[in-house]
């Protein structure tokens, strides 16, 4: 599609580590412009968030990740569909100022795993920019994209998400497709998904939103999913986005702030900008971000 194919990023999309015998690979997506609604007075969020335009957009990342450890091919959050795709037009036309890199399949074949070698896509909470890509149109009819994995997500969020019921909507239409195909698991705890990597109920963004743990050989590394969309939560956890609930939202951050950051877990979050690896870290008066 041309005008996103002018904008696709050129900028690297791939960061990989190694937490303990684990291989972590993060891939964006893309820039998400995001109007911060933090319940936080104005002055205070433009000075916590200095890249604010006038308008007060912020460019936030979205990215996807991937975790191979022992026989397990891990996806978490598969983002979006891909770019130039009919769902990628039509979100984009909605989303003035998107901007798409390559994207997560053309990493995964740059990774050379194939989609049938997936054996989980874990989905933190059932919002389009975590979800759309577990599907592609083909023919003009969406297929499952990873046709041998088990989908995983928050029970909350597909039994108790009325959208579901809308046949016109993505999750109607990708996740119900995973649903009808009996490819769906939903969990309401914490539960070790393969060896080492664990789901963990973090409700605030949705009812059902959880966390991704990896451990491996003495190393932690959590994807976070939407517990933070921006750093500046992390020293203000108080500081929710509209919509959410921000009493479970801050619960869910105490408790991975007492777990994470006292053992110096490598962390990320989906709308971090990338590569989003980084820390949480004590200060005099809380905590803070640390990138790195
Ligand atoms: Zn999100």
Known sequence: MAQLSSNHSTEEHVSARRIGEADVVL?????????????????EWR????????????????????????????????GYDDPGSPWDERFAAETPGLRRTP????????????????????????????????????????????????????????????????????????????????????????????????????PGETAGHSIIRVRSGGSNFYYLGDLYHHSCEVEHPGWVSAGRDPVAMQTSRARLTAEAAPSGAVLAFTHE????????????SGHRWERG
């Open 27 to 43: 891939i964006s997506e893309g820039i998400l412009p995001w109007p911060p609604d933090l319940q936080a007075p104005e002055k």
């Open 103 to 202: 994207g997560l399949a053309a990493a995964l074949s740059g990774l050379e795993v194939s989609p049938d070698n997936v054996t989980h896509v874990l989905i933190t909470h059932a919002h389009g920019d975590h979800y759309c890509g577990v599907t592609r149109q083909e023919n003009g009819r969406l297929v499952v994209r990873y046709p041998n994995a088990r989908h995983v997500l928050g029970r909350q969020d597909w039994e108790g998400n009325p959208e579901r019921h809308d046949p016109g909507s993505d999750i109607a239409q990708r996740l119900g497709l995973i649903d009808r195909l009996g490819m769906l698991d939903l969990v309401d705890a914490e539960t070790e998904v393969v060896p080492g990597v664990a789901m963990i109920p973090a």
């Open 273 to 284: 900008r990338f590569p989003p690896w980084g820390r949480i870290v004590p200060t005099d």
């Open 47 to 78: 000075t916590a968030i200095p890249e604010a335009d006038e308008h007060g957009v912020v460019p936030l990342g979205v990215h996807t990740g991937l975790v191979r450890l022992g026989s397990a091919t891990v996806l978490i959050d598969p």
